[in-house]
């Protein structure tokens, strides 16, 4: 069940990082990020098949480190190309240096 989370009030930063934070807060999630960078970037199956879940748990996984930008996902039919998101990768780090440097 899918809930969503009022923001209002909140500063970008606090947001991006607690997307982020709940994006990598899952073995399977860190492990999929770890096979991304190594790979330079995978397909749904290779990730099945490298990782002891199921295609529709990697799919799951995928879809949240998706909706906080830390993979992009290229079609390439039939299939989908994921890939990590340098950018906000980078983005990620600063942003968690920052807060833990801070606090």
Not at 8 to 15: C, K, L, P, T
Not at 27 to 36: C, G, V, Y
Not at 61 to 82: F, G, Q, R, S
Request: charged share 25%; aromatic share 10%; net charge neutral.
């Amino acid at each position: 069940m899918a809930y969503i989370i009022n923001v209002e009030g909140y500063r970008e930063h606090q947001v991006r990082i607690a997307a982020f934070a709940k994006a990598l807060s899952h073995p399977a999630r860190i492990a999929i990020i770890e096979l991304l960078y190594a790979k330079g970037g995978c397909y749904c199956g290779d990730i099945v098949s490298e990782l002891p879940i199921s295609q529709s748990s990697v799919s799951q996984h995928l879809k949240e480190l998706k909706d906080a930008e830390l993979i992009t996902a290229t079609d390439l039919p039939p299939k989908v190309k994921y890939c990590v998101n340098k950018e906000n990768w980078e983005l990620a780090k600063t942003f968690f240096c920052h807060f833990f440097d801070r606090h």
